[in-house]
């Protein structure tokens, strides 16, 4: 997305999935977010996304460590 806001794209496409924590990895290459309480990464670009909490418990409450 441009500074303006325009040129939007759509970095996720799962029908009925709740989205939400959005976080920025501290060098602006990844983000993270949690999806129905489970917990992904991806590119900035949302290629690569990848489950990192894959479990029963339900994940929420993002941040990136040092």
Do not use: C, H
């Not at 939007?8 to 999935?17: E, I, P």
């Not at 489970?38 to 990848?50: H, K, L």
């Amino acid at each position: 997305m441009n500074s303006d806001g325009t040129a939007q794209s759509r970095l996720t496409d799962a029908s009925g999935a709740d989205y939400s924590g959005l976080v920025w990895s501290p060098d602006g290459s990844n983000i993270a977010f949690d999806s129905n309480g489970e917990i992904f990464t991806m590119e900035a670009d949302g290629t690569s996304q990848t489950n990192i909490s894959s479990n029963s418990a339900w994940d929420e409450k993002i941040d990136w460590g040092p």
